[in-house]
């Protein structure tokens, strides 16, 4: 029903009217003699000019304080901040990870090439059997060595931390209006509003699937 749009802004594509099964648009309301002002509205009242819904905009100022409100209640809504930001966390260790596996990898199949070269010279009468035991031990160590590594890196990457990881996370968990567009970004899937009984609704849908509705 409702589709995401390419975000341009935090708000780009989260916010919908239900009346109207349409999104809400964000303009610039420019003033002579104070600051600009940012809002929101519906794009079907943007479009029509029937104001036929309510509310039919909002200022962007009033939806980050209401937000900032949600998010700095993190207690109840730690799981869904968590889950977020573990999800990019583990995101760049794997590529990391993904990327040193790959280059030791990479190394054991140039050294198992150099040891199938070496057993060709020995068939060939260019090598000695001497000679081809010790390039074949020297090359099967190195190989050892790096599958050692190998088992390292990926005995690291079963061993991580996670609990210690979130309580680094929730004590450096500082939500202010400074970066709160960061994580309207990532924790925030979805506004819906809802005009009921004359009352406006606001249902707050997070990436994880937990819901907060306020009533404004």
């Known amino acids: 029903m409702y589709q995401k749009h390419q975000n341009k802004y935090s708000l780009s594509g989260k916010i ?4 109207h099964q349409c999104g809400y648009v964000r303009k610039i309301r420019h003033y002579a003699n104070k600051e600009d002002v940012v809002f929101w509205y519906c794009a079907d009242f943007h479009k029509t000019g029937k104001k036929n819904c309510m509310p039919a905009y909002f200022k962007e ?4 304080d209401i937000f900032l409100s949600i998010f700095k209640d993190y207690d109840k809504y730690k799981d869904e901040v968590l889950n977020e930001l573990l999800s990019l966390y583990k995101k760049f260790s794997m590529i990391d990870g993904d990327n ?17 070269r ?3 010279l ?15 031990l020297a090359i099967d160590e190195q190989i050892s060595k790096i599958r050692a590594n190998l088992s390292k890196l990926e005995g690291k990457e079963k061993k991580v931390d996670y609990e210690k990881s979130n309580m680094n996370i929730l004590k450096h968990l500082v939500i202010t209006m400074d970066n709160i567009d960061s994580y309207i970004e990532e924790l925030l899937d979805k506004v819906i509003v809802v005009e009921e009984d004359g009352k406006i609704k606001l249902r707050v849908i997070f990436e994880g699937g937990t819901e907060e509705q306020i009533i404004i």
């Open 16 to 19: 919908y009217c239900a009346k």
């Open 61 to 64: 100022d009033d939806l980050y």
């Open 100 to 116: 040193e596996k790959i280059k030791l990898q990479n190394e054991i199949s140039i050294l198992t090439k150099k040891k199938e």
């Open 118 to 120: 070496v057993l060709d």
């Open 122 to 136: 020995a068939l060939d009468g260019i090598l000695s059997k001497e000679e081809l035991y010790i390039k074949k």
